[in-house]
T-cell receptor, first 118, second 117 residues
Framework: AQKVTQAQTEISVVEKEDVTLDCVYE???????LFWYKQPPSGELVFLIR??????QNEISGRYSWNFQKSTSSFNFTITASQVVDSAVYFC???????????????FGKGTKLSVKP | NAGVMQNPRHLVRRRGQEARLRCSPM?????VYWYRQLPEEGLKFMVY????????ESGMPKERFSAEFPKEGPSILRIQQVVRGDSAAYFC???????????????FGEGSRLTVL
């Protein structure tokens, strides 16, 4: 069965520290997609990244970077030089390709609450 | 260029009452998805609708919950005879294309927080 595990419930760091949020997934399919979303205190969900299962290249976007390792079924997210504005709940999510098109079913982890203190 | 609009943002109901949550997708989007977030949990898929059609309702509870997306107007998630366990944040998302999940082009609203007393 599909499953996403974010083992870290809460992480607290001091500003400018680097922090890595872990995500481990389970899927039977060979074609799937992985996502990260940010949920700031205001409550909305902000899309951060999508990665398909055939693309194992790591990605960097400013202070954000993602490490996708198929061998360990992990898709970890690192924030470099964290800032107070990074404080939020971060969700990792998985979608398997559905023949004929997606049905909109994302499987979310329980989230990691990141607190960045000044 | 408004995003996905959900209202009300907060709703309080007593057990047995009905709750109606509305979602206006982004302009031009005809695909709407509802997710539920229980306290301290991740989001769980409920239903996927396209204009006037329910495409996938595999995540919807079998009783008391219904959803619609009429030709005109917002999508409505309706919960009849609410119980305390229905207390949660309900998120709506919309997309331009059907393959939204695979392309990552899924835009979420700010959620509607339902509290059942």
């Amino acid at each position: 069965a599909q499953k996403v595990t974010q083992a870290q419930t809460e992480i607290s760091v001091v500003e400018k520290e680097d922090v890595t949020l872990d995500c481990v997934y389970e899927t039977r399919d060979t074609t799937y997609y992985l996502f990260w979303y940010k949920q700031p205190p205001s409550g909305e969900l902000v899309f951060l990244i999508r990665r398909n299962s055939f693309d194992e290249q790591n990605e960097i976007s400013g202070r954000y970077s993602w490490n996708f390792q198929k061998s360990t079924s992990s898709f970890n997210f690192t924030i470099t030089a964290s800032q107070v504005v990074d404080s939020a709940v971060y969700f990792c999510a998985l979608s398997e390709r559905t023949y004929g098109g997606s049905q909109g079913n994302l499987i979310f982890g329980k989230g990691t609450k990141l607190s960045v203190k000044p | 260029n408004a995003g996905v609009m959900q209202n009300p943002r907060h709703l309080v109901r007593r057990r047995g009452q009905e709750a109606r949550l509305r979602c206006s997708p982004m302009k031009g989007h005809s695909h709407v998805y509802w997710y539920r977030q229980l306290p301290e949990e991740g989001l769980k898929f409920m239903v996927y609708l396209q204009k006037e059609n329910i495409i996938d309702e595999s995540g919807m509870p079998k009783e008391r919950f219904s959803a619609e997306f009429p030709k005109e107007g917002p999508s409505i998630l309706r919960i009849q005879q609410v119980v305390r366990g229905d207390s949660a944040a309900y998120f709506c998302a919309s997309s331009l294309q059907r393959l939204a999940v695979n392309t990552g082009e899924l835009f979420f609203g700010e959620g509607s927080r339902l509290t059942v007393l």
